[in-house]
Each structure stands twice: as C-alpha cells, then as structure tokens.
C-alpha cells in the first residue's frame, strides 16, 4: 500500500516562493512516474511537473522556468519548488505516483496525496 503526504503549502504574495513536499510510504513498483497537479475550485485536475524514475522532467507551459520538480529517493521524497508565483498558481497542489505514460494525465497515476493548499495573493 502506497500512501503520499504533502505539505508545505501556504500563503504568499505574488513573486514570492514556496515549497511543496511529498512523502512517499510504502514500496511504488517497476517504473514509475511522480507528478504534481493542482486544481482551483471550478477547475479541472492540471498537471503541474512531473520527474521520471530516471530523473527526466516535464513541466506545464505555465510554470516554465518558474517551477522546479525534484526528488530525494533516499528520503522518498518528491518536492516542487515554486518561484515568481502568481495568484494564478492559487490552488489545492495534489502529488501523485503511477505509470505516468501520459505525464499529466490525471488517469495515469493511481496513488494520490491528500492536496495542499497554496493561495498566492496580488
């Protein structure tokens, strides 16, 4: 059974920083992809970044140069850190674990976080 915990989110005003970090629990099987998305009320689920389990990344057109995914397998430990915010960032930030195939696919993980929250204000 595999279990992701955020934390880390918060609030912040525009151009400032944040990082969001996610424990892994449990063993995630054969390859693997780690993503983050995140969702604003009345939005649909958006993939964010995503790393490979060979360390390869993937980021939206939105964050660009202003987000970075990266992790700590020693500490099973998935972090996005997130610079320049916007208040177009607002939202809850949710990790997730699976195939990945399709990186910001919502379907193509099967293990989820509980979300955390990051409001960015202007």
């Known amino acids: 059974q595999v279990q992701l915990v955020e934390s880390g989110g918060g609030s912040v005003q525009a151009g400032g920083s944040l990082r969001v970090s996610c424990r892994v629990f449990g063993y995630i099987y054969g390859t693997y992809c780690m993503g983050w998305f995140r969702q604003a009320p009345g939005k649909e689920r958006e993939g964010v970044a995503a790393?490979?389990?060979?360390?390869?990344?993937s980021y939206a057109d939105s964050v660009k140069g202003r987000f970075t995914i990266s992790k700590d397998n020693a500490k099973n430990t998935l972090f996005l850190q997130m610079n320049s915010l916007k208040p177009e960032d607002t939202a809850m930030y949710y990790c997730?674990?699976?195939?990945?195939?399709?990186?910001?696919?919502?379907?193509?993980?099967?293990?989820w976080g509980q979300g955390t929250q990051v409001t960015v204000s202007s």
């Open positions: 790393i490979d389990s060979d360390g390869g990344t």
């Open positions: 997730a674990a699976g195939p990945g195939r399709l990186w910001a696919k919502p379907y193509e993980y099967n293990n």
